[in-house]
């Protein structure tokens, strides 16, 4: 399980239920993670952070996540939870949710595009 820091009490704790779940309850992919060696707050954003500040880390999780042997599974969990908060998979939460409007509007395209095919084929 990734260890949260020791933080001041001005820090934003990550919510209980968005801490990543432990390999029984999350599979295999979760204890590959580069991350459960660095961190937590490389991750996640403490309280009225800077904006500056908040770039500069979260590039450097970013990082760490290109380094990581199962990105691409930390991201489709993120995407799939969805998580709120923090670099997952190399994507920040603003990433993910543009992420996940794309996949939307697509899903939204392949059915309307299967619809009008079948519409078609039948006519």
């Known amino acids: 399980m990734l260890q949260l820091p020791h933080q001041p ?9 968005r801490v ?13 993670a580069v ?18 500040a908040r770039l500069s880390r979260e590039e450097s999780a970013k990082r760490v996540c290109a380094r990581c042997p199962v990105m691409v599974e930390c991201r489709e969990h993120a995407l799939m939870q969805p998580e709120p908060y923090g670099v997952w998979g190399g994507l ?5 949710r543009v992420a996940l409007a794309r996949r939307r509007r697509r899903d939204v ?3 309307a595009a299967g619809a009008s095919g079948r519409v078609a084929a039948a006519g």
């Open 20 to 32: 990543p779940a432990r390999e029984d309850q999350a599979g295999p992919w979760h204890s590959e």
């Open 92 to 96: 920040t939460a603003a990433e993910r």
């Open 35 to 52: 991350c459960r060696r660095d961190e937590a707050g490389l991750f996640f954003a403490p309280s009225k952070e800077p904006t500056a």
């Open 109 to 111: 395209e392949l059915k």
């Open 9 to 17: 009490l001005e820090v934003a704790a990550v919510p209980p239920q």
